[in-house]
């Protein structure tokens, strides 16, 4: 008899303590990683259900609903963003396990054991494109919270990240192995793919070194304004066709237009030196060309080129952008948001249909990204093989009050950075602001919604990331070697039912 069997209630406890801890990380951002316990225990409960466990469906979607229910309710997270987190995580587990689901369906349709490889690598191969192009798979984040704890400690770059995840797995696979299925060989399956991954991830992170000759100086503005639903005052004033609603909703906008720019005109005024003066996510509600008459001519700014997120017009379409200043306002540079989220943005803006490149601007090569953007690991990928010397990734939160979503958020930035072995500032308009080095490791980040001008040094790295040179082959691995675990999972779970009825 297994240790499960023997202990019928085991299951629940499990459950409960995963939802508890859930409860409790969620709680505290610096140590959350809610989102990570959600998909990545799903195939664990589905083992579970195999071997014949106690848990119930009732008990598992309860239990979910009961803990989302609490933070929708109180308020504590926009309903939305836990919608899309949860909506997410969900998506991402199932492509990460397609090929092992597909496999009993391609023993049966497809023979030959060559052919079901084939397949089954495609399946790999769609996957990671789906996760490279989606907004809604949120790519990378089974990596997120392994990341925090790896950088945390010191580790450094993919070595982390993916060895981490890798070898909490197959953790899992031992744990279960052993101890529920008294399978010995089991310990050395687990730790042969371990140590595989520790001289795979060593490999690839020899040659990072920056040039310490070249430093940047970036000041970044967090004006930490909260934020104010103008698009549905807007909506609700045009649906009922009330000229004088339409009108107060105009002087509204103008008022508090003009209260944001003097907030970031007196934060402007407030920056020492010669820095790039960077401004967050499209913090003027106006569009480009008045804010370049009120704000960017101000004579205290002449020597200080400014880098900006803005509304731009552009005919009869409205664009989610930032704008690139020269020292004297000469040279104009534009990138237009290319992947805008969905519900939130589709509506209200245009996609940028340029094609993806770096913005040469003050001797640099700069990588843009706004918002969401920087959850899309071959949107920065792409610029990093084009020569980008440093990401820039600006952002507007307060949408996300004062909950982890924020600093979740920040978490891609974050990876984004050790992806690509280069330096990356993460300007959000409500906070955390931080600067984040070609090893992942971040400067002393802002608070939530505190007011100031935060100060930072960057350097361009030039050589690229193993994951830059390889592609994607390196994520196709995992999922792969994920997909073998859990057929072997299957595979001896059976022997042992078998050997049982016997």
């Known amino acids: ?67 989302f229910s609490f933070y929708v309710l109180t308020g504590f997270i926009p309903y939305y963003s836990l ?9 991402l587990a199932v492509f990460l396990f397609a090929p092992f689901f597909f496999y009993p369906i391609l023993k049966k349709r497809i ?19 789906i996760q490279n192009h989606s907004f809604l798979v949120f790519p990378g984040g089974i990596f997120l919270p392994i990341a925090k704890i790896s950088f945390f400690l010191g580790v450094n770059k993919l070595f982390g990240v993916y060895f981490l995840v890798f070898a909490l797995y197959f953790i899992n696979d031992l744990l279960y192995s052993f101890f529920f299925l008294k399978e ?26 920056k040039d310490k000759t070249l430093k940047y100086s970036a000041a970044v503005l967090q004006g930490s304004i909260p934020v104010k639903e103008f698009r549905k005052e807007a909506e609700k004033a045009e649906s009922l066709k009330d000229e004088k609603l339409l009108k107060d909703f105009w002087e509204d906008l103008d008022r508090e237009s003009l209260r944001i720019m003097d907030v970031y005109s007196e934060l402007v005024s407030d920056v020492r030196g010669k820095p790039f003066i960077i401004i967050p996510e499209a913090v ?36 989610n952008a930032i704008v690139f200043l020269d020292a004297y306002k000469n040279s104009r540079f534009f990138y237009k948001k290319q992947s805008l989220v969905p519900f939130v943005e589709s509506g209200k803006y245009a996609s940028g249909k340029d094609y ?46 004062k909950t982890p979503l924020a600093e979740i958020h920040s978490w891609f930035s974050i990876l984004r950075a050790a992806e690509n072995n280069a330096y990356l500032i993460h300007a959000a308009q409500s906070g955390p602001t931080f600067i984040v080095d070609q090893n992942g490791k971040t400067s002393e980040s802002s608070a939530l919604f505190e007011k100031k001008v935060y100060y930072g040094d960057f350097y361009p790295v030039q050589k690229l990331s193993f994951y830059a040179q390889i592609d994607d082959i390196w994520i196709i691995l995992f999922i792969l070697f994920l997909n073998l ?9 059976k022997i042992r039912k078998n050997n049982e009825i016997n």
């Open 284 to 319: 003027f509600p106006y569009s480009y060309s008045l804010i370049e008459s009120y704000f960017y001519e101000k004579s205290y700014i002449k020597e200080a080129p400014i880098i900006s997120g803005i509304n731009k017009d552009e005919g009869n379409q409205v664009y």
């Open 1 to 67: 008899m297994s240790l499960l069997q023997n202990n019928p209630r085991l299951p629940k406890i499990l459950f409960l303590s995963i939802l508890s801890l859930d409860l409790i990380m969620l709680s505290f951002p610096p140590l959350s990683f809610s989102y990570f316990v959600f998909f990545a225990f799903i195939p664990l409960f589905i083992l579970e259900r195999t071997l014949q466990s106690q848990i119930s469906f009732r008990l598992w979607t309860g239990g979910i609903f009961l803990f």
């Open 485 to 493: 675990g859990g057929w072997l999972y299957f595979k001896k779970i």
């Open 111 to 129: 023979k030959g054991s060559v052919s079901r490889a084939f397949v089954l690598g495609s399946i790999a191969v769609l996957t990671v494109f």
């Open 356 to 401: 993806l490149r770096p913005i040469e601007f003050e001797s640099l090569k700069w990588g843009p990204a706004i918002c969401l953007e920087n959850v899309r690991p071959g949107h920065f990928k792409e610029l990093r093989k084009q020569g980008v010397d440093v990401f820039l990734v600006v952002t507007d939160d307060a949408g996300f009050k």
């Open 83 to 91: 919608f899309l987190y949860f909506f997410s995580s969900i998506v």
């Open 184 to 209: 010995k060989k089991s310990l050395v399956f687990c730790f042969s793919f371990i140590f595989l991954w520790i001289g795979l991830s060593l490999v690839s992170n020899w040659h990072y070194q």
